[in-house]
């Protein structure tokens, strides 16, 4: 069975750093997966945030030039660095894969993701 485990979130201050570690286990076979994380917050849809797809890194434009993703797709492992965090980054933070794809993917979608992680929840104060 595939196991997807976030860990890192906490409270933090505004303008603080916080770094998000997920690894994903259980796959059978020697396929690769790309490594995506997403978050939601309560009355709202799931949003994309990053996603590592082998040497391609994709971010949502609200946390463009403040988060970084890092990672190993081999070993089903990735990190979402987070700085200049604010309020609004506040959220419950899930890690989700996919097999690594080519052009037209759509990887902005939840639905396209078969395996998430439980969340880890990410509280930013003013």
């Known amino acids: 069975q595939v196991h997807v485990v976030e860990s890192g979130g906490g409270l933090v201050q505004a303008g603080g750093s916080l770094r998000l570690a997920c690894a994903a286990s259980?796959?059978?076979?020697?396929?690769?997966?790309?490594m995506g994380w997403f978050r939601q917050t309560p009355g709202k849809e799931r949003e994309f945030v990053s996603v590592?797809?082998?040497?391609?890194?994709y971010y949502a434009d609200s946390v463009k030039g403040r988060f970084t993703i890092s990672g190993d797709n081999v070993k089903n492992t990735a990190y979402l660095q987070m700085n200049s965090l604010k309020p609004e980054d506040t959220a419950v933070y899930y890690c989700a894969v996919t097999p690594l794809f080519s052009a037209g993917y759509d990887y902005l979608r939840p639905t396209s993701y078969k395996n998430w992680g439980q969340g880890t929840q990410v509280t930013v104060s003013s």
């Open positions: 590592l797809n082998w040497n391609d890194r």
């Open positions: 259980g796959f059978t076979g020697s396929y690769y997966y790309a």
